[in-house]
C-alpha cells in the first residue's frame, strides 16, 4: 500500500515562493503534484518518473516550478518560485505504481495525499 503526506502550504504575496513536500511510503513508480482550485478541475502541475531523471511540467508553471525526489528520504518536493495569484489552489500528491501514463490526468492516479492549501495575494 502507498501511503502519501503533503506539507508546506500556506499564504504567500504574488512574487513570493513556497516547497511543498510530500513523505511517502510504499513502492511507487510515478510522482506527481496535482491542483484544484475553487470551481475548477484537478490539473497536473508536475511529474516525476521514480526510474528517470526527467520531470515533467505544465505549461502554466515552467520556469517557475520545480519538482524533486529525495529517494534517501522518500519524500517528493516542489518548489515553487514567482507565485502568482492564479496559483492558488488545493495542492495534492499523487503517485501510480506504473510510468506509463498520462501524467497529467488525474484519474489515472490510485493514490492521493490530503491535500496542502497554497494561497497568493496580490
Known amino acids: 500500500q502507498v501511503q502519501l503526506v503533503e506539507s508546506g502550504g500556506g499564504s504567500v504575496q504574488a512574487g513570493g515562493s513556497l516547497r511543498l513536500s510530500c513523505a511517502v511510503s510504499?513502492?511507487?513508480?510515478?510522482m506527481a503534484w496535482f491542483r484544484q482550485g475553487p470551481g475548477k478541475e484537478r490539473e497536473g502541475v508536475a511529474g516525476?518518473?521514480?526510474?528517470?531523471?526527467?520531470?515533467l511540467y505544465a505549461d502554466s508553471v515552467k520556469g517557475r516550478f520545480t519538482i524533486s525526489r529525495d529517494n534517501a528520504k522518500n519524500t517528493l518536493s516542489l518548489q515553487m518560485n514567482s507565485l502568482k495569484p492564479e496559483d492558488t489552489a488545493m495542492y495534492y500528491c499523487?503517485?501510480?505504481?506504473?510510468?506509463?501514463?498520462?501524467?497529467?490526468?488525474?484519474?489515472?492516479?490510485?493514490?492521493w495525499g490530503q491535500g496542502t492549501q497554497v494561497t497568493v495575494s496580490s
Open positions: 516525476l518518473s521514480t526510474d528517470f531523471d526527467y520531470p
Open positions: 510504499g513502492t511507487t513508480k510515478f
Open positions: 499523487a503517485a501510480e505504481k506504473r510510468a506509463d501514463l498520462p501524467w497529467y490526468i488525474a484519474r489515472a492516479y490510485t493514490y
